[in-house]
């Protein structure tokens, strides 16, 4: 019953932030596809500097080899965009193979992919941060799926925004999306089973999707920022970012409020004492 609920808080959770930010990015924020790019940045690089980083650093694992895997990252997102680049190189609208209006902002836009590789991975390590919540607490689990939809939604918003500025249609961004968010459910299940097994990977996976962000905010997102030039541009591109980072934190620093809240409990405290002596939960204290 309890790998029911988890799974339930997982997909539900993920599919309710995809639906919002789906809202929000084809009915709200639309026509304003530019300046979402200078929000986006803000939020993925909140994300990954505020909120994934810290929470892999705090785990018991080598920082050398964190950083190395870092490194690693880079230079693989790196081969990733420039084989993309190669394969599209010599072919645009103009060059008389006859390729679709468009076909040029499809190319401009270089970030789908990794994206994607970051966004899976972050779910995947949301489901197991999930499920080991529900076998500290089936209520600290509640909480911390909530804790999760909340700054999935203006992730997931980004998501969309990077897919549309590469060209992707509704409809594909949404599947892709999807899928993505889905993969929380597998972590959901991973989590459950083995959950000791997966503790020492968690801070690996961490550091793999938030190098994929650290790398589209700063190779792809910023370069587009900076086409627009102008000072009169650049006031709201700086306030946007600044939103976007605001936004992640606030979010970040309720969840950690909320969940000492519900560590101060006496019941809770003594039920973690119990679980942590059958089960390896992958981090300390924070889940999200």
């Known amino acids: 019953?309890?790998?029911?609920?988890?799974?339930?808080?997982?997909?539900?959770?993920?599919?309710?932030?995809?639906?919002?930010?789906?809202?929000?990015?084809y009915r709200v924020f639309a026509q304003y596809l530019h300046h979402m790019v200078s929000l986006s940045v803000g939020v993925l690089l909140a994300v990954s500097l505020l909120h994934l980083l810290p929470e892999a650093f705090e785990a018991d694992s080598d920082y050398r080899a964190l950083f190395g895997v870092m490194l690693a990252s880079f230079i693989g997102f790196f081969v990733l965009e420039k084989i993309a680049l190669l394969r599209h190189s010599h072919h645009h609208e103009g060059d008389g193979h006859h390729h679709h209006t468009g076909h040029d902002r499809h190319e401009a836009g270089r970030g789908g992919v990794m994206i994607l590789i970051g966004s899976s991975l972050h779910n995947l390590v949301d489901g197991v941060l999930i499920a080991a919540a529900f076998l500290v607490d089936p209520m600290l689990g509640v909480l911390t799926a909530a804790s999760i939809i909340l700054h999935e939604i203006p992730h997931k918003l980004s998501d969309f925004v990077v897919l549309m500025n590469a060209g992707l249609t509704r409809n594909k961004a949404f599947s892709l999306i999807l899928f993505t968010s889905l993969c929380s459910a597998l972590g959901g299940v991973l989590g459950y089973f083995i959950l000791g097994h997966l503790k020492p990977l968690l801070p690996y996976l961490l550091v793999v999707a938030a190098s994929s962000f650290l790398y589209i905010s700063v190779a792809d997102l910023m370069p587009q920022m900076h086409e627009r030039s102008s000072l009169r541009e650049a006031g709201p591109q700086l306030l946007l970012v600044a939103i976007g980072i605001c936004i992640i934190y606030g979010v970040t620093v309720a969840m950690h409020a909320s969940q000492e809240g519900h560590e101060s409990d006496p019941h809770s405290h003594s039920h973690s004492q119990t679980l942590s002596q059958t089960h390896s939960l992958p981090f300390d204290s924070d889940y999200t």
């Open 1 to 25: 019953m309890l790998l029911i609920w988890i799974m339930l808080s997982a997909v539900t959770g993920g599919v309710f932030a995809l639906l919002v930010a789906h809202w929000l990015a």
